[in-house]
């Protein structure tokens, strides 16, 4: 077997990109995901809303089901489902509504606690715990709602001439007990007294639902983790744990290199040329997806292009692009404006990946 040659292609490492590959290799096929880094979905935490999308539509149960089961896998279980309706505390003092969310959000709903401490961080600008405390307080009593929100702050050991921040905090609980300790010293007292404690993002980019959920544990309350300012640790997290996934699952990742260029010839993609240093490097593949959002368009050459009932590309006179090239994610929201987001990276993503294996999924956009 030739090195670069794979089965599958996948372009763009967002939720759809991800979701595809893992489907694809669940199914056999060897799968190179290739990317400029991470998709947009760190900048949050991932949450998924279904309510606005067609609950009849082909294979959504089965890919939100699909999701949660990779999530799962990959430490970072995802929880609820197409039934749910949940609201999560947002930095804004707001509350989303969700489908589903990860497990460090999906306490955060107003009804689960009634003592609810929001712990703010001695020098951290970018978490307001009395902004916050305050908003949610409106904002839960709108809902109708009697959760308490009070406005706590510790205080953390940062590094000499170093300013608090919530990645400096991230890698530390991933790396240092003794500061996953002094945290645990600084909560418990709060702890004692309420419920449920809301925190900033600072549980650790590389860290699972063991180091988490322990943490719970010690502490005898549960916490609800917000992201803050992108960079977004829970995003970082959720991305780092569904790759190291990926990768045991057997996915091959090139990642730091744009596309130069889709190889299209005779109305088949036969791979994708990476913009690498010294010279392109070519990977060759049976099929390809393309799931990279905003740059689709420039790299098929057309920017108006829409896609077929199996996801495949096609020009203006509705003829494929090519016959073994598949879209999901970001690309395809302008085919229906109520149905964006991660709710639609899944289900597209799952569907593409899917169909690339040769399996009988169908999406259809109504």
């Not at 109305?267 to 990476?274: I, T």
Request: proline share 4%.
């Amino acid at each position: 077997m030739r090195s670069n040659h794979f089965d599958l292609i996948v372009a763009g490492a967002g939720i759809a990109g991800i979701t595809s590959a893992a489907a694809a290799a669940g199914r056999g096929l060897r799968v190179a995901l290739v990317s400029t880094g991470p998709g947009s979905f760190v900048l949050g935490a991932g949450c998924v809303e279904v309510q606005n999308m067609d609950r009849g539509m082909p294979s959504l149960d089965e890919a939100m089901g699909f999701f949660r089961n990779l999530t799962e896998l990959a430490g970072c279980g995802f929880r609820g489902g197409l039934g749910e309706v949940r609201y999560i505390p947002t930095i804004l003092g707001s509350f989303q509504t969700v489908s589903l969310a990860p497990f460090y959000m999906w306490s955060g709903e107003p009804e689960a606690a009634a003592q609810v401490a929001v712990v703010g961080i001695k020098g951290l600008s970018s978490f307001d715990s009395n902004f916050v405390a305050e908003r949610l307080v409106y904002h839960a009593g709108l809902l109708g709602r009697g959760s308490t929100y009070v406005a706590r702050e510790i205080e953390l050991s940062i590094a000499e001439g170093t300013v608090a921040g919530t990645l400096q905090f991230g890698n530390r609980f991933d790396r240092d007990a003794r500061f996953r300790a002094e945290l645990c010293d600084a909560l418990r007292p709060i702890a004692a007294k309420a419920s449920l404690i809301i925190l900033p993002g600072i549980l650790g980019l590389k860290s699972g639902q063991e180091e988490i959920e322990g943490l719970e544990k010690e502490l005898g309350c549960l916490l609800c983790e917000l992201p803050t300012l992108p960079p977004s640790v829970p995003g970082m997290r959720l991305f780092n744990r569904l790759e190291a996934r990926l990768r045991r699952a057997g996915v091959e990742f090139f990642t730091g290199f744009p596309i130069q260029k889709l190889q299209i010839e005779n109305a088949r993609c036969k791979g994708v040329l990476l913009d690498t240093p010294a010279r392109p490097l070519r990977l060759s593949s049976e099929s390809l997806i393309l799931a990279t959002g905003p740059f689709s368009g420039r790299l098929l050459g057309n920017h108006s292009f829409g896609v077929n009932g199996d996801l495949r590309p096609v020009d203006a006179t509705g003829a494929l692009i090519a016959e073994n090239l598949y879209a999901a994610g970001a690309i395809l929201r302008s085919s229906s404006s109520a149905r964006g987001g991660n709710a639609m990276a899944i289900l597209t993503g799952y569907a593409a990946g899917m169909l690339a294996a040769g399996a009988g999924v169908q999406y259809a956009q109504g």
